[in-house]
T-cell receptor
């Protein structure tokens, strides 16, 4: 079974802080993703990565950056946290190159910016 | 046109009912299709992949119409435990999965 682990279930930070959300997967998947989920807006793609040191912007990358130094780890960084970044953040991984491969999600991090 | 569109519901049905969810997608290049299920305050979990020929998994049947860019999910003999939000998902350029906003189902006794 694929295991995607996010470092925190709940996190409270202050406006202006630099925030790191960590995600680790244990299935050697090439693709990793960060989404945020907000009521009425569904899941929106922030960034994704094809492989180590590779990254691609998703639909809402503003205010975020990512880091993929090792294949199993994909970090989301809020450079200067703002209250509109309060959200549920979901990390996922996926096997590349095989049709109909689903994404596997971590439990999510509920981030509150005060 | 939104990339993935679903009727948000909610669908309120009694136990034993048959319920159908529909989804349309705008990118004709999409290659992979899925239905995910999400329980309240939990992460989305794969319910089933959707194949061109249609596929069934127990009480759940998924259909894909590529010409109309339309996906459906049929749930037969609904159970209380089927209450959740159902997310229609398609791939964008073979990589990222793009999610619809979800359809909420509530099954009552």
């Amino acid at each position: 079974d694929v295991k995607v682990t996010q470092s925190s279930r709940y996190l409270v930070k202050r406006t202006g802080e630099k925030v790191f959300l960590e995600c680790v997967q244990d299935m050697d998947h090439e693709n990793m993703f960060w989404y945020r989920q907000d009521p009425g807006l569904g899941l929106r793609l922030i960034y994704f990565s094809y492989d180590v040191k590779m990254k691609e912007k998703g639909d809402i990358p503003e205010g975020y950056s990512v880091s993929r130094e090792k294949k199993e780890r994909f970090s989301l960084i809020l450079e200067s946290a703002s209250t509109n970044q309060t959200s549920m953040y979901l990390c996922a991984s996926r096997l590349l190159g095989v049709d109909n491969q689903p994404q596997h999600f971590g439990d999510g991090t509920r981030l509150s910016i005060l | 046109r939104k990339e993935v569109e679903q009727d948000p519901g909610p669908f309120n049905v009694p136990e034993g009912a048959t319920v159908a969810f529909n989804c349309t997608y705008s990118n004709s290049a999409s290659q992979s299709f899925f239905w995910y299920r999400q329980d309240c305050r939990k992460e989305p979990k794969l319910l089933m992949s959707v194949y061109s020929s249609g596929n069934e998994d127990g009480r759940f049947t998924a259909q894909l119409n590529r010409a109309s860019q339309y996906i459906s999910l049929l749930i037969r003999d609904s159970k209380l435990s089927d209450s959740a939000t159902y997310l229609c998902v398609v791939t964008r350029a073979g990589t990222a999965l793009i999610f619809g906003k979800g359809t909420t189902l509530s099954v009552s006794s």
